[in-house]
């Protein structure tokens, strides 16, 4: 038996009932469907529906969180009929339908995306603009030492010694140097969360002077361990030239990409309607750039 989890966004006060009668009064709508895991690392499937209401207003609804045990495209296809069913939604009043580029669901041949167009011409399949704008930019920066961000905030934040040895620095720098004090704590690196990379990247180039030190210190108290290795080992990459470079460059692309982002993902009618063409998403892409 498949168990349903109704939540309720945050922007929205409708409850899950009347919202179902909404949408059932819609004539078209489309699915925007996403692959997860919970903090128990089951897979559950995530499914929002677009619509447009009788007075032209563009909607999008989170319907619910489905565990599912299998990950074919078969499934994952039945699954999302049971979904709309439960719903009393017509599967073949679908309109379009959005997921990332994983082959499960995009497959040209038997994704999920083929099976839907198969059985309803007018079901559009769309690939995520911002997962694919996340893959370009992790494409560009792929030579670029993103991934140190992510290795110095595990050694460091994750130890409450190590996050000692890293404010008693800090304070004692900002001493000499005023501005270190600024620095702010060092910030995790989500790879799945777009919107989280600049302040990442950002909080590691503003404590940059700290973190070495903290290094050095790690070093030095730490003898032959192992987190001493690793420690010298970011510490060594942390003078080259490149990595520093790398970084600057990484800060760059990421912060005039995720002002695209977050329009791309905004409630807002206006910038829904505006941003679901290919030209429109460009030309944001470039305005951001451009600032």
Not at 21 to 49: F, H, M, N, P, W
Not at 80 to 95: A, G, R, T
Request: hydrophobic share 40%.
């Amino acid at each position: 038996m498949h168990h349903h989890h109704w939540m309720r966004t945050e922007e929205k006060t409708t409850r899950p009932l009347l919202l179902l009668l909404l949408l059932r009064g819609a004539e078209k709508y489309a699915i925007v469907v996403d692959e997860t895991r919970d903090v128990c690392g089951k897979e559950q499937l995530s499914l929002s529906v677009q619509w447009v209401s009788r007075d032209y207003t563009v909607h999008e609804d989170f319907i619910g969180m489905h565990d599912f045990s299998k990950t074919d495209a078969q499934y994952i296809t039945h699954t999302i009929e049971d979904i709309l069913c439960w719903c009393s939604l017509d599967v073949m009043d679908m309109q379009g339908q959005t997921y990332d580029g994983a082959s499960v669901l995009q497959g040209k041949m038997s994704g999920v995306a083929k099976r839907f167009k198969d059985k309803i011409s007018k079901a559009l399949s769309i690939h995520c603009l911002n997962h694919r704008l996340n893959l370009i930019l992790q494409e560009v920066t792929s030579k670029c030492p993103i991934s140190l961000v992510h290795d110095i905030h595990g050694k460091i934040s994750a130890s409450p010694k190590r996050l000692d040895i890293f404010e008693k620095m800090r304070a004692s720098l900002s001493v000499s140097n005023p501005p270190v004090a600024a620095g702010g704590r060092l910030k995790p690196l989500c790879p799945t969360r777009w919107t989280c990379k600049t302040s990442a990247v950002k909080s590691l180039l503003d404590n940059y002077e700290t973190v070495y030190h903290t290094l050095d210190e790690i070093v030095n108290a730490g003898g032959n361990s192992e987190a001493a290795r690793k420690a010298s080992g970011v510490k060594a990459l942390m003078t080259q030239f490149e990595v520093h470079l790398g970084l600057k460059v990484s800060l760059h692309l990421f912060s005039s990409a995720e002002e695209v982002a977050r329009v791309l993902q905004a409630k807002d009618s206006v910038h829904y309607r505006g941003m679901r063409s290919e030209a429109s998403f460009h030309s944001s892409l470039a305005k951001a750039f451009q600032s």
